[in-house]
């Protein structure tokens, strides 16, 4: 069975009170979202920017987020790790990603 939460908030407060109010497992996208790369003829980078500035504009991704590891969602997306690197280091540079040190790949809660 598996169990998805959906949380809805008006604005970045009430979504960190909510957030804080959960466990961190809950809050990790790679549990709850499809991933699944765009068709098209963009490079694969490309694809997995889109498919990640997709789900934030939907509302799949929230700011606080956790991602899937490197490894796991290259992977999932039948491409090279380094292409999930690059396509990561490009939104993070755009400050919507952040890396934390022995921790993964976030959603920067600071940006939105």
Do not use: C
């Amino acid at each position: 069975m598996k169990i998805e939460l959906i949380l809805w908030y008006s604005n970045e407060n009430a979504y960190h009170q909510l957030a804080g109010n959960y466990p961190n497992q809950l809050l990790k996208a790679g549990q709850n979202m499809q991933w699944d790369l765009p068709t098209g003829t963009q490079p694969p980078y490309q694809k997995i920017i889109q498919l990640i500035n997709t789900a934030l504009q939907a509302g799949t991704l929230l700011p606080g987020q956790q991602l899937p590891p490197e490894r796991q969602l290259a992977k999932q997306l039948n491409v090279n790790r380094s292409t999930v690197q690059h396509a990561f280091n490009e939104l993070v540079s755009r400050g919507i990603l952040e890396r934390r040190v022995g921790s993964g790949t976030w959603v920067n809660s600071g940006k939105w």
